[in-house]
Structures are given as C-alpha cells and as structure tokens.
C-alpha cells in the first residue's frame, strides 16, 4: 500500500534537504548561509533546493534502506510477522522487537482468512492482498497510512542523516591535508558523530513504524469478517 502525500513526506525532503545544505557549509567552513540577509527570493531559494534535495534523498533511501537493507538484510515486516519460527542470528540481538512475530492463534487466523479468499500462502501475495482489502474502509485505510508515512519519513531521516555525516567527515579530510587539527574539526567531529547518533535512532524508529504499518494491515485484514479486532 503505497503513502499518498503528505505534510510527513514535505517535511522529511525539507529536513533532510536543509540539513545536506547545512553540512556542506559546515564541512568547509562556508558562510553562504550564515551572517547574510535572507530577503523572500533566497528563502524561496534555499528552500526550493532543499526540497528538492529531500526528494533525491526520499528515492534513494527507498532503495538502499527498505529494499537493499531491510528487504536483503533483515526481512521485511510482513515476511516476520507470518513465520512460525525464525532462527536466531546477530539481527535479533540488534533488533529484537523489529524481529517478533505474530502470536500464532493471530497468524493462523489471517492465513484462514487469506485461503478462503484463494490466496496462497505467500508472506507477500497474502500482504498485498490484505492491503487491497484494508484499502476499501476509508478509516482503516488513514489509520494505516499515518504508520507508513511516519515510517518513510524516518526512513528519509536516516539516510539524509548519513549523508551529513559523510559530508562531515569529507570536510575534516580535506581540512587535514593542508593544516593541522582545529577546533573547526572538533566541531565537525561533534556534529559528525550526532548525525550517525540520529541516524541509528531514525533507522530503529523506521522499523518500528514499518513493523506496525504491517500488523495494522494484517490484524485489520483478518478482523474484516470480524474474526478478531484490530491491535
């Protein structure tokens, strides 16, 4: 079930943008942002080349985030969420509570209801099948949409973040080859390591609404012949 636009999807291209344009400054001890008057065209600017920054940002982290590293690394939440078993590895010490499945009575319930609408038993048919579903009660379908769109901005938020922080470190190496360590770098190195700080946060709260946009999904899938309700 694909987010429609929204003001999460407009402020992450800002957020992320503002904040690519603020570490390019940073990084090189610029002073095209700072200490400059802001009439309404270099607002619009500014703001226009953030915008549209976040959007190659919100491209990009769809596919190294969710399908490279959450689709080829971890599994994707609907794929968890229907196994009965799951071995044990590095990833559910990282990201236990990314990593739990459905109670089984729950998980077998959605199969029921998948069968008897001649599904078969793909994690992913049955999903897209559940969201087809969810997508025909008008709240339902907001109630589901509001956990993806907060999962993509977090998703944007983390890979824009990462970006920051390699613009950061770019600026301190191309600081090191003609002068010593300054207090400029440590500056760097502070905002650096915040930004990978931030990043991990955004990634960990990504997956956690990822997971949950799942669940919504599933549990109201099932509950529409009222087998359950709604987590």
Known sequence: MSA????????????????????????????????????????????????????????????LVEQTFVRKCLRM????????????????????????????ADRLRILQEAARDGVSSSDYEIFDHACAVVEREETAQRRVDLFRQVADLCRNLCLGLLIVAAILISGMLWHSVSSTWGKSDWRK?????????????????YLRFSR????????????????FPPA
């Open 4 to 63: 429609r636009s929204s003001p999460y999807e407009a402020a992450g291209h800002l957020i992320s943008g503002l904040l690519i344009l603020g570490a390019c400054e940073a990084a090189h001890d610029g002073r095209w942002l700072i200490n400059r008057d802001w009439p309404p065209s270099r607002i619009s600017l500014y703001m226009t080349m953030a915008y549209s920054i976040g959007q190659v940002v919100a491209a990009l982290s769809r596919i």
């Open 77 to 104: 939440p609907q794929d968890i969420l229907l196994t009965s078993a799951l071995s044990r590895s590095w990833r559910h010490v990282l990201f236990s509570a990314y990593f739990q499945p459905l109670a089984d």
């Open 189 to 205: 190195l502070g905002y650096c390591t915040l930004a990978l700080l931030e990043a991990a946060g955004m990634l960990y709260r």
């Open 212 to 227: 949950r946009h799942a669940v919504e999904v599933l549990t109201r899938f099932a509950a529409a012949d009222g087998l």
